[in-house]
């Protein structure tokens, strides 16, 4: 028992050395065409002092546009908090654009699709995962590659339909009794997320 | 007779005991007073003064030790959210391109830095390189403004353009950062502040003893459509489809504010992590110059202990043999 020791504090020693190794970031330092016009002014006017890097350089270049429609769709999710979905090839999605859900397949005309509060489906074979989305952009690229940024995204089996009620209840009283057009605002808004909650639980 | 030349025989001996060049750290405070006594041999140089310096360096020494402590648990926390949100501004330069080197008549630099002090130069790097754009994107028909957010940047770039900075935001790392707090913040500014261009000057935390100073632009949608008809990188933009809103302007308005939001929400955090990293740094190199100074305040402080007991005995022993002989 006694032996277990050691071995014990060896590990708990080497998961926090293992924690500061991780933090080396994967950047690549690829530098594109804007960025040498840039650095190339930055070194006349500023000899001395090194430019500064440009976002360009810490990122994956994309792949460019095949002549055939792929086979599969790239899709990225990402929150202020955590990427969801990074890269996962998948075969449909299904956003809430504004002007209602929108089906995106492979080779989908490359499109800008603003977001209002609704679920965002995403079929891979026979699976199907249901994320409820605050709003946000979504980014159909030409290259089968879709981009979506949203505040929030809950899988749907985590919503908890009193919650969704006591709201929805609440910022209809709200916007009942609202008097200025910030407060009217704010309580469309909630009414809306709410009302989409409630249809995103029932449908 | 005898008496005096064992008096000068007891100076002789004791003179080059005593250390004539005392050690740069004794040097400032102790100062000429002792020297003049080290070299006449009459008495030594008190340990009290060695005891005393010791001990504030002692306790320096403690302090930093503490500072990086609390520097390395903060930079644990933040650290994470730093690395997850990295993927949200991946999107907009992957639609919109990276544009540093775009030619505007008005352009806002929005430093990000920090409100504490003691985290090494990044602050100054900040600075440096907001100085540097400003300098670049200077001439005819052309401004450059400054939003500031933070206590360092804002007391560095007072002193030469006070006239050029626009807002100036502090305390705000009071609270948790979060996407609402950021959120607010930036539609004050964009609110606030005419742009065409916003260059954002932050460092990115690549590890922890590195931070890359970094900037990103985020375009006015008036500025996109003028690129994106003039071609280039954002050529391709034409060539995407809208949905939602009326109008293709209402749509790149929001899509610009939006990437404001999130560019701003990394930036903010890549720079914290970076403080906390080069703070811990810092601290860890004045634990270390506080150590060194330890030990060798620790040698004088024995050499001067040894030297006092020696003279003593000697005096005792050239009046003994003086009442003798």
Redesign the interface.
Known sequence: MLRHGPRFLLSRASAASM??RR???T?LPAE?A??S??VE??KK??PN????????A??AP?PPTPSTIPSKLTV?L??????IL?GKEVDMVIVP???GH?GVLPGH????????PGILSVHEGNDVSKYFLSG??A?V??NS?A?I?A?EATPVDQIDPNLVQKGLAEFQQKLNSASTDVEKAEAQIGVDVHSALNAALTG | MAMAALRREGRRIAAPLINPHPINPLRSSLASSDREHTLLGVRSISTQVVRNRMKSVRNIQKITKAMKMVAASKL?AI?T?A?????????????L?????VDVKKNVIVTISSDKGLCGGINSTSV??SR?LH??NAGPEKECKYVILGEKAKAQLVRDSKKDIELAFTELQKNPLN?TQVAVLADDILKNVEYDALRI?FN?????VAF??????VLSPEVVEREAEAG??LG?LD???????ETKSE?LQ??TE?QFS??M?NAMLENACSEQGARMSAMDSSSRNAGDMLDRLTLTYNRTRQASITTELIEIISGASALEG
């Open positions: 924690g500061w933090q080396f970031a950047d594109t804007g960025d016009k840039f002014a930055w006017v500023i002092i090194d430019p500064p890097k440009t976002p360009s810490y990122m994309r990225n990402v929150l202020p908090y955590s990427s990074s654009a504004t002007t929108m005309v490359a499109t800008i699709a603003e977001l209002k946000g952009f980014f690229h030409a590659v981009d940024i505040i | 644990r650290q959210k690395e997850n949100s990295r993927g949200l501004w991946q999107p907009f330069t992957a639609l391109g990276d544009t540093p080197s440096k390189i540097g300098k670049l996407y000057v990115k935390f690549q590890s922890v890359v100073p970094t900037t990103s632009t280039g990188k391709e060539s995407y489809e809208i949905e939602g809103g749509v929001n899509l939006f999130c560019v929400f």
